[in-house]
């Protein structure tokens, strides 16, 4: 051991060697010297173990050397980066939810690059409030009476609750106590929020009397919450938003609100595209909702925002909260938001990649399908063929919503289909994919024929 510790290199030995100061201009001189302490250090910790022996110098600089280069590699590589999602999610909490319509991201790009008018008024010339652009056009598409957007929709229903309902009961069935993920659960918002949480009903039936039963001068509001990841089925019963503007009207408190957390936020009336009717953000502003929260990144197709619409008493409230202040967005998503919602002011919002994905009939899909596998055929040691799959909408949008679609299913003459998929995902731009009976399945109805090119190119390198 004594041996070997006696060649473990110096940082010295590496400032001359081409193959660590070629990525010189990718990566500061101090980032690679840490990277190289540590494999230097890894080394002696490996030799003192026993775990290890070198001959010489000139392996035991070869060893850190190896180490060093791959931890450089992965380091460059590994950032955050465009992929192909071939799973068939539409929605993909993983993958960074609602895709922004590449018009979107051209014009926010073109103007985030420079200077904007984001707290101006170019006609009068004065300081401008920087939510009246999307306030305006939310308006304008729901019929809601005022508008605010936050970070997400969790902070959303923070911020509602915590203007409207501070230290005071907000009425929530048991059966909408939902966790979003990443342990994110309604019932802690709600408390974090400063409120208390009355629950009611059972997990799997609420009725108007629960709610009714629990009302007393305390309460500050009625909440509602999508159901977004998951359905109850069976002998269930729920208590509908309109019923609760009614068990409103009904109770003697004056200053209930009725609060609707939609999750998604469904702007267009998908039923007039041959979808199946979704309740819209409309529908709750003309059931007489108070305010309504839900996300941009999901069925909107925006990037990450809370949104809440409603009457202008309460929304006036949450927007002379100081917590809003620490919750408002920043001028790239609001940018992107305003792109977003004027796409839904023409049929420009057909074009938004989660609408396209939704609405692309099962034949056409088919037929991209069919293509990728003929670009596909012909390639050595790989076998293709198209099968029909099912796709989802995934991302807490609409729970176990499965829609029809096609695949391309890959399999590998000497390759298993868990190889398969790692070579796929460690690409350049990654390709993500699933597995079934040793087969790689590529969903058709989130891949865009324009990667079909490049789809072809990482199947021809494979190796
Ligand atoms: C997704 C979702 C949330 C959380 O929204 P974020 O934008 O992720 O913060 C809250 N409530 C419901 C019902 C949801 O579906």
Redesign the pocket.
């Known amino acids: 051991m004594e041996n070997s510790l006696r060649f473990i290199p110096k940082m010295d030995d590496f400032l001359e060697d081409v193959e660590i100061m070629r990525f010189k201009a990718q990566l500061s001189s101090k980032v690679t010297a840490n990277i190289l302490r540590v494999e230097i250090e890894n080394l002696r910790a490996l030799i003192k173990n026993g775990e290890v022996a070198v001959a010489d110098k000139a392996s035991a600089f070869e060893h850190v050397k190896a180490r060093a280069v791959n931890r450089i590699e992965n380091k460059i590589s590994d950032r955050l980066k465009r992929v192909i999602n071939a799973t068939g999610i539409i929605i993909h909490t993983n993958l960074g939810r609602a895709p922004l319509y590449d018009k979107t991201a051209v014009k926010t790009s073109e103007i985030v690059a420079g200077y904007n008018n984001l707290e101006y008024s170019v006609v009068d010339g004065k300081r401008r409030n920087r939510m009246v652009y999307v306030e305006d056009l939310l308006k304008d598409i729901t019929g809601a009476e005022a508008a605010v957007v936050v970070n997400?929709?969790?902070?959303?229903?923070y911020l509602a609750l915590n203007s409207l309902c501070k230290d005071k009961e907000v009425i929530v069935s048991r059966g909408e106590l939902?966790e979003?993920?990443d342990s994110?659960r309604?019932s802690e918002i709600i408390e974090e929020s400063g409120c208390i949480v009355r629950e009611v009903g059972t997990t799997n039936k609420t009725k108007s009397s629960d709610y009714e039963k629990s009302i007393n001068s305390n309460t500050a509001a009625l909440l509602k919450?999508?159901?977004?990841?998951f359905k109850i089925i069976g002998f269930t019963g729920e208590v509908t938003p309109p019923e609760l503007v009614e068990i409103k009207s009904q109770a003697c408190s004056g200053s209930l609100a009725v609060i609707e957390?939609?999750?998604?936020g469904v702007l267009a009336d998908f039923s007039k595209y041959g979808f199946k009717s979704e309740r819209t953000v409309q529908d709750a502003v003309n059931d007489g909702i108070d305010v309504i929260t839900f996300?941009?990144?999901?069925l909107l197709g925006g990037p990450?925002a809370?949104i809440i619409v409603g009457k202008k008493e309460y929304i006036d409230r949450m927007k002379k909260n100081q917590m809003y202040r620490c919750l408002r967005v920043d001028k790239i998503c609001l940018i992107a938001l305003e792109n977003t919602l004027w796409q839904y002011l023409s049929d420009d919002f057909l074009n938004i990649p989660v609408i396209n994905a939704i609405l692309e009939s099962k034949i056409q899909i088919e037929i991209k399908a069919h293509m990728l596998n003929k670009m596909l055929e012909g390639i050595s040691d790989i076998k293709t063929h198209v099968a029909p799959h099912n796709a989802m909408i995934g991302?807490?949008?609409l729970p176990g919503e499965v829609l029809d679609s096609y695949a391309v299913f890959v399999a590998h003459q000497n390759k298993s289909a868990a190889e398969l998929e790692i070579y796929l995902r460690n690409q350049e731009i990654p390709i993500i994919s699933t597995i079934q009976n040793d087969e790689i399945i590529l969903d058709m109805r989130t891949v865009n024929e324009g990667d079909f090119d490049y789809i072809k190119k990482v199947f021809t390198q494979l190796y």
């Open positions: 997400n929709n969790a902070a959303a229903i939902v979003i993920g994110f309604i919450v999508h159901r977004s990841n957390d939609m999750g998604s996300s941009g990144d999901k990450q809370g991302g807490g949008a």
